[in-house]
């Protein structure tokens, strides 16, 4: 088989702001009044769910922050169903191709795409939803389909905000890891994520510290074995971190941290730190629109439909438990024809 699209970077992808085959080159303007389906979120779930939601004719846009989600961080994806190994830029660059080529198909499919626009709000009145923009758009539609993700969590230490500004604190070793060249790196955090992490440092960094709360490393079997073998590669067990240390440039130069039950915090120095240690839903901007559990994820059930009658959730927004690409890709594709389904009956 063929692989060489995935190392081809997306044509042009930024410049396009939407684009719908009725209406090729008109602006997004032309998207009508009342759309058929808006979807929040461009990952895996979203960009799934505008790939269907157009096909099965829906007039769709896709309202997106960013264009990729969190698979942009991944160095190496190897569960992608049909690519054995590709980077998460890679996928993003191929799903957006699928995307892309919609519009070229004499009008067939309705989709517009607004990329770096974040809803603010979504309300439902009578059978109409609205949802408002940052800059204070309001686009109007039948059905909803939320798929916006979830954030990298902070440890609320004093400090971050600066030492995020300097880049000597990261989350994304695929955006910053070429950062660390030569340098002495602290992961905090001890599942998949801290160990793709390190793997990728791997390649940069003098040396990686991996710093876990508990007594092992959580994550697959296959890249623990790398991680516990890999000669640049440290693994403090059992920690606790109390605090940043930055120098006077805002840079992080030591991490405060208790390793070991009952010990006392010590100061241990490296040139920056990633935090690995999960990831928030981005649904606090829905407020109580919607039912979500005790975590903020967003409560569905196997058609992925919320609380909210024509309101649809997938991904890792919602209360599933296995936050992969290839499940949140699968639920974007159950709630575009669930979506669909309500279109055209008017009720689940
Ligand atoms: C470092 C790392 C490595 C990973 N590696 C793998 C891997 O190898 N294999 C795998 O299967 N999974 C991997 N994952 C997990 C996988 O990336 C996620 O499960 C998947 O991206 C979730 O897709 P999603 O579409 O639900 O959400 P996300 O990917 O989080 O995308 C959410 C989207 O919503 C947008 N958004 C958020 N709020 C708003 C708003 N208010 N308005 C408009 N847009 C909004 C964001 O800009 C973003 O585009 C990895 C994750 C990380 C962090």
Same mark, same amino acid.
């Given at each position: ?29 032309? *998207?009508?009044?009342? @759309?058929?389906?808006? %979807? ?12 269907? &939601? ?18 942009? #961080? ?5 569960? #992608?169903?049909? +690519? ?11 799903f957006?191709?699928? /995307?892309?080529?919609?519009d ?6 309705p989709? #517009?795409v ?6 603010e ?10 949802? !408002? ?12 389909t /939320? *798929? ?5 969590r ?13 880049k000597?604190?990261?989350?994304? &070793? !695929? ?8 340098? =002495? ?11 793709? %992490?390190? @793997?990728q ?8 510290? /991996? ?17 516990? =073998?890999?000669?640049? %590669?440290? +693994?403090?067990?059992?920690?606790? !971190?109390?605090?940043?240390? @930055?120098?006077?440039?805002?840079? +992080?130069?030591?991490?405060v ?5 009952? &010990?006392?915090?010590? !100061? ?16 606090? #901007? ?11 994820? %967003?409560? +569905? ?11 649809? &959730? ?22 575009a @024809? ?11």
């Amino acid at each position: 088989m063929d692989y060489a699209p995935l190392r081809k970077p997306h044509k042009d992808w930024n410049r396009r702001i939407s684009h719908c085959p009725v209406c090729v080159e008109k602006s997004v303007d032309a *998207a009508p009044e009342v @759309l058929d389906c808006i %979807i929040i979120g461009g990952g895996p779930a979203g960009i799934t769910a505008a790939v269907y &939601a157009s096909r099965r004719g829906l007039s769709t846009m896709m309202i997106t922050g960013d264009t990729g989600g969190q698979m942009r #961080w991944s160095a190496d994806v190897q569960n #992608w169903t049909g +690519v054995q190994h590709a980077t998460g830029q890679e996928l993003v660059d191929v799903f957006m191709q699928h /995307i892309d080529s919609l519009d070229s198909q004499n009008g067939v499919f309705p989709l #517009w795409v607004r990329r770096g626009a974040f809803v603010e709000s979504l309300e439902k009145s009578n059978t109409i939803f609205t949802a !408002t923009l940052k800059n204070g758009e309001v686009i109007r539609s039948k059905t909803v389909t /939320i *798929a916006c993700g979830k954030t990298p969590r902070t440890l609320g230490l004093t400090g971050e905000n600066k030492a995020r500004k300097t880049k000597t604190l990261s989350f994304s &070793a !695929t955006s910053d890891a070429p950062l660390y060249t030569g340098k =002495n790196v602290m992961i905090i955090g001890g599942g998949n994520s801290a160990l793709d %992490i390190a @793997l990728q440092l791997t390649h940069y960094a003098k040396s990686i510290t /991996i710093a876990t709360n508990i007594d092992h490393l959580r994550g697959e079997e296959c890249l623990r074995q790398k991680v516990l =073998n890999h000669d640049k %590669i440290t +693994v403090l067990y059992n920690t606790e !971190t109390k605090g940043l240390e @930055l120098n006077s440039e805002d840079k +992080v130069k030591a991490v405060v941290m208790r390793v070991g039950e009952n &010990a006392e915090a010590r !100061t241990i120095a490296c040139d920056g730190v990633f935090y690995a240690i999960g990831q928030t839903p981005n649904t606090q #901007w829905l407020g109580d629109f919607l039912e979500k559990n005790k975590y903020g994820e %967003i409560v +569905v059930n196997k058609r992925c439909q919320t609380s909210v009658a024509g309101c649809f &959730a997938g991904g890792d927004c919602t209360d599933q438990p296995h936050k992969q690409i290839v499940v949140a890709a699968g639920e974007g594709a159950i709630c575009a @024809l669930e979506c669909h389904e309500f279109v055209q009956h008017g009720s689940v």
